[in-house]
């Protein structure tokens, strides 16, 4: 089933039914267009006078109900105890989560406040007026500061899948095409060094997986970001986001022709991050030392689900320049991304010479 078949049944059997199991009747419903890639259908609901609210409808069979029980929970207790997250909607049932079967498919349907404020690309990357684009980054840091302080204090209800279970050798074999062997070996070897870290409870724990500026809003009043889609959130090393953090902040100096220039700002852009993270939890300075690796961890992640989303479509394994350039950057041992390396050009950024399959 793909998303416009769902789309059709959305419209002609579930919205009607998610209506009146959350009581949207009289809100104005519209479809989020899908991107590439998209598990769920993703509708905005407003009604003059009401908090506007964002319905999703998952449809593919890859979780388990145990897996989105696990999700909406996690985020009630991110909101309930502080955290800077769009809360889960409970239905007139009283439940975080509603299960719906049609013609023997089950889809699974979460409601969420609409988080306050827009998109930092949906404001073409301009800040708040008159305030530096420092605080900007120190509070990317101290919200993430807050989720991961807070983790360190979840007890989950229902499991929610580990990094482990879609990071191992057995399904990276599977899914990167034989004719990336030295890719392959790359992975495994990385994957070997990744389960020699420790698992404390300190460095271990529910992470986002995906913290960046298309999951979350920004108050353009008061500068507070609030996160949402935890769609893939595991339970992983507290440093993957981290790292994450660190190659969001590229984007800001990718043009820069000079390596030291773009050093010298990721120099003081990530350790005004950092600077915001440790403001909400503890972070130890051997800690720091694992940011080069797992950012060859969140490299990995891209690799993966570039080649999961071909895999889903139906189309054979490619790569393009971005998926090269990726893949060069882990066959070749380059660390941060290539960004500070002889691969990278500013003039185009994060792009190499596609490679056949």
Known sequence: MNHNEVVEIGNAYLLPLVSELYGLEGCDIQLIPAHDGGRNIVYTCEKEGAKALILRIAFLPDRSREDFLGEVEYIRYLYEHGGSVSDVVSSRNGNLLEEITH??????????????????ADNHYRYRDGVPITEYYYNCGKTLGKLHHLSKGYASAHSRHRFED??????????????????????????????????????????????????????????Q??????????????????????????GWIQFEPDAGK????MDDYFATVLAGYRSETELEDSMLD???LFIQANIMENIVDA????????????????????????????PYKGFLHD?????EPFAYEVRDL
Request: aromatic letters at 14%.
């Open 103 to 120: 013609n023997n498919h089950t889809f699974f349907v979460c409601l969420f406040e609409k988080a306050r404020g827009t998109r930092l």
């Open 166 to 223: 879609k990071y191992n050798a057995e399904s990276i074999d599977t899914l990167i095409p034989d004719s990336l062997p030295l890719l392959k070996k790359k992975l495994f070897e990385l994957l070997t060094t990744l389960e020699q870290l420790d698992k404390n409870r300190e460095s271990f724990g529910m992470v986002h997986f995906d913290y960046n500026d298309g999951n979350y809003s920004i108050d353009y009043n008061t500068g």
């Open 225 to 250: 970001i609030t996160v949402y889609d935890f769609d893939n959130a595991c339970y992983c090393w507290y440093m993957f986001d981290l790292a994450g953090l660190w190659t969001q902040g590229v």
């Open 262 to 265: 773009r050093k010298a700002f």
């Open 290 to 292: 694992q940011v080069p």
């Open 307 to 334: 080649f999961e989303v071909m895999r889903n479509n139906g189309e054979e394994p490619a790569c393009d320049e971005e998926l090269s350039y990726l893949i060069k950057c882990l066959e070749d041992d380059i």
């Open 343 to 347: 691969i990278y050009s500013c003039e």
